[in-house]
Structures are given as C-alpha cells and as structure tokens.
C-alpha cells in the first residue's frame, strides 16, 4: 500500500551511522531540522571504527558536544610501533602538534552514534528505524522519495538528500556513482576483546612480525580494539572461535597476549576507493557512501565527520534564503580533493605496515634516527589538521604570501570562536568595518583580535590584516594588509556566495 506524506521534509538523512547522525547535529545547531530514516530496525551494538582524531574532535566542540565524548573515552597521545619480541622500533606522539586536543579520543562507533543520538533526541529530532529507502528520483519540486516501513510505502518530495548509509548506498546509486579504487590483498579481523599483556596507559600498539601484524588500540573498560591479518589459506566463512583467534592473535605478536572476553568480531578487506562525484546539486554522499580507506589510519569514521560538517553549514545557509545555491557546488569540490587526501595518508600508514612486515622477513627492522620535523608533520597529518580547501571557490586572499596558516587551512584556535556564522578577525586598523557589520548582518561577526587575545603571526597576518573564518573554522579569505581595496575583496568574495540582508542569526 502507498501513501504521499503530508509533511515533506526539506532535507532528508539516509543512514544513522556517524556521518549522518553528526550531519543532523550540525544542520540542527544551524537552525534545520532534518527527515533522518535507517534501514535497520533499532541502533548496533558493534564497535567498528573508535579512535577520533584531534583535528574531529575540534569540530565536535564547535558543535557544542565535546564533553561527553571526553568523558566517555579513552584519550591514546601515543602509538608505539613493535616488532618481534615486543621490541619498540618507533614512536609516535601527539604531543605539542598545535591543536587543543593533543589525543585521541577512542571509544566504540555504538557509543559514538548514541551520544549524537541522544543529543539529537534532547532537540526533538528522532531516527525513523526499520526504514528502508526504495528509490531516489529527480522531480521539478526536488527529489522524489520512497521509502517503506512496516510494509507501507511513503511517497514524498525533498529539496536534498544526504547519502549515509554506508558503502552500499541507495543516495550513490540513484547518481549512477560507484566506488571506485583498489581494494588491498589479504583478509582481516576486526574484534572488541580484552587481553592480559602489561601495556603503557593512553598508548596504542602496532606489533609487526614475519607473518603480519596486529593493531591494538585501547577502548573504555579496559578494552581493546583488534586488528589482525588472517593467514592466507583461510578462506571459511564462519568466524573463529575465541581459542582461534587467540592462537592467531599470538602468533602474530609472538607473544601470549592472554586474550579474553571476545565481545564482537568480524571479518573485513581493506579499500582505497572513492566516488567520482560526491554530489549532483541535490544529492550529497557522505562518510561510507562517499569514500572508503584502510582502518590501519583511523581515518574513515573522521573523514565522515568532516563531510558533515562541509555540509552542514553550507546547506543551512541555502535553505535559510542566506546563501546562494551555488554554495553547494563547493561540497564536492572541497571534500573530494580532502577525502583523496585522506585516502593518501590512510594508504601511507598501510604500506608503512606492509613495509615493516616485509622487513622482519629478513630479521629485525632497523629504522633510520627519526626526523623531528618530518615527524611531526606525519603526525599533523595523521591527525587531520593539515587538511586545506585552498583551491576552492569559497577561498581567496588579497594579500602576499606570508608564513603561518594559508586561505584555506583551519583556524588554530577556532574552538574559541562561538557561533554558527563567519567571523572577520581584525588585526590593527581596518577600513569599511562598519559597511562589512551593516552589509552582512545576521551573517558575519566582525572581531577584534586584540581584544580576543589572537595571535597575528598564528593567523598567518604578521604584519597586520584581516582574515574570514568560515563557520567550520576554516580560513576562508586573508587581506593584507588591510586597506580599502583588500577590504573590498573581503567583502566581494562574501559576496560570491552570500545573501546580503538576509539576516540569519550568528
């Protein structure tokens, strides 16, 4: 049986997994209440991607939700890379990578999606289950959807689909997209167990040997998250036993890791794919929908909050009237060359992997002397905070080229600005400020550094100037110095994208 909605929604959320359920929160906080519909019938239980990476968890606390996250998981500063015999043979640290979150902040994707759930639950927003989306067509009033639940069909209009719903996803397919890329030799194992080798606190482990590896990072309750290679003649289905998995699990370390309490496994193959287009104008992929990476990084479940995020603002703005529809050409643009970016540094970390394997092969690996600087930049980039829209139609500058943070890189203090609008930090004099507040009203916050305490050279304006920040805390322009003809570039590449006098609260 059919019906049409009486009700349409503006915008609708297909999937509850961390792309979509962050996605909702941010469209909420701008003021935009989302249709969010699930094909399974209530929320998993399974642990699947845990570690939150610093750069993510500035984001969570620009959307106001980093508390419970802080508190319900385990913060990991350090990764130690073994070889045979538990011998450490490298070390990474997230110290002093000029973030406020210098960690990690691992805990199960269950618990991840029931903060935001309930978060969104707390606003009145609540996620259809049972769901099932069975086509996405285009119409002249937007898209038309049909969805069944409970062996009724409903048949309504939306102005925008976000596509979350994993790699399988209807929103992709409707496109006539596809994932494209590489998926990696070998067959893996992903499980949530306890085992009984003494370990540092706040440290993940990475243990190498002639015939694989195994991952193990830290969750809540004295948990530990489990990846390992599965020996090459191991085609079967079904799942080892706790006693399997635990022989493979030494073999692999070399050592008795005296695994117990075998919660959650599964088995995996590790990708290296993307979707050519991310969006077609009304349809937006997001996380699993839109991208796939190898876990040995972490990446995949950052990247989805990221997507979110890009969005979320940008979506809000368009459907406010505050925004102009091209905006959201700059979705797919921005988070397809990022999302490549992350694909990129997630094979890095897998062939690194692959590489030490190889090496032990042959005896214990031996690494040159570390450098500090490239160092860090690998944990920079490890950690997210090295992502840059620069490129962009929503990026400009009126300025030379100065050393600091670039038009397109993110604020380094951008949980310090409140707000779900654009700020023009001022450093020292400025002209057509008052033009810029009467102008963009509702939209944009002029600040004064000075009076804020930001640091000018930190800003990537040393000598003076002004710079835009988005409302994800990226630098969308830099005038400087900050005269009248840079100033009147400001306010022009606002408007490129804004709608002057429409009043959206900041």
């Given amino acids: 049986m059919q019906s049409e909605s009486a009700a349409e929604p503006t915008v609708l959320i297909v999937g509850s997994g961390p792309a979509g359920l962050f996605a909702a929160c941010e469209l909420v906080r701008h003021g935009v209440t989302p249709r969010i519909v699930e094909s399974r019938l209530e929320p998993h239980h399974e642990t699947r991607g845990t570690a939150l990476q610093p750069a993510v968890l500035e984001l969570i606390d620009r959307g106001g939700l980093i508390e419970p996250f802080l508190d319900a998981s385990v913060h990991i500063k350090r990764v130690h890379v073994l070889g045979p015999g538990l011998q450490q043979l490298a070390e990474m640290t997230l110290a002093n990578i000029g973030c406020k979150y210098e960690h990690q902040c691992s805990l199960p994707q269950w618990h991840t999606e029931a903060i935001l759930r309930e978060h969104l639950e707390s606003c009145g927003v609540r996620i259809e289950y049972g769901t099932q989306v069975k086509a996405i067509e285009d119409d002249p009033a937007g898209l038309r959807v049909t969805v069944e639940a409970g062996g009724r069909e409903e048949v309504f209009t939306t102005s925008y689909v976000l596509g979350a719903g994993g790699a399988h996803s209807i929103t992709r397919h409707s496109m006539h997209e596809h994932l ?55 085609t079967r289905s079904e799942l080892p036993s706790a006693a399997e998995l635990s022989e493979l699990l030494n073999r692999r370390a070399g050592v008795d890791l005296g695994m117990h309490d075998l919660r959650w496994a599964s088995y995996f193959n590790m990708h290296m794919r993307a979707a050519e287009r991310l969006s077609d104008g009304r349809r937006f992929l997001l996380g699993d929908a839109a991208h796939l990476s190898s876990p040995m990084g972490g990446e995949g479940i950052n990247a989805a909050f990221m997507d979110a995020a890009d969005i979320a603002w940008k979506l809000a703005l368009v459907v406010h009237g505050s925004g102009k529809p091209a905006l959201l050409d700059s979705y797919a643009a921005e988070r397809g060359a990022a999302d490549h970016h992350v694909l990129e540094v997630s094979n890095e970390i897998h062939n690194a992997v692959m590489e030490l394997i190889a090496m032990c092969r042959d005896g214990m690996p031996t690494l040159p002397p570390a450098d500090p600087v490239k160092g860090m930049a690998i944990v920079r980039r490890r950690s997210m905070l090295d992502v840059s829209y620069a490129g962009s139609a929503l990026v400009g500058e009126a300025s030379a080229a100065v050393e600091g943070p670039a038009p397109g890189e993110r604020f380094p203090v951008r949980h310090r600005l409140s707000g779900t609008g654009h700020h023009v930090i001022v450093f020292g004099e400025a002209p057509r400020l008052d033009h810029l507040r009467a102008r963009w009203n509702g939209l944009v916050s002029v600040v004064d550094a000075s009076s804020e305490g930001f640091d000018a050279s930190a800003a990537g304006v040393p000598n003076g100037g002004a710079i835009l920040v988005r409302p994800d ?34």
């Fill in 180 to 234: 494209a890329g590489d998926t990696y030799g070998g067959r893996y194992i992903v499980a949530d167990m306890k085992h009984r080798l003494p370990y540092q606190p706040e440290c993940g482990r990475v243990i190498v040997g002639a015939e694989g590896f195994v991952l193990v990072s830290p969750l809540p309750d004295e948990r530990w998250l489990i990846f390992v290679n599965r020996d090459e003649a191991d």
């Fill in 473 to 506: 805390g990226f630098i969308g322009f830099r005038a400087a110095p900050a005269d009248e003809a840079t100033m009147a570039a400001l306010d022009a590449h606002l408007a490129s994208y804004l709608v002057p006098g429409s009043h959206q609260a900041v």
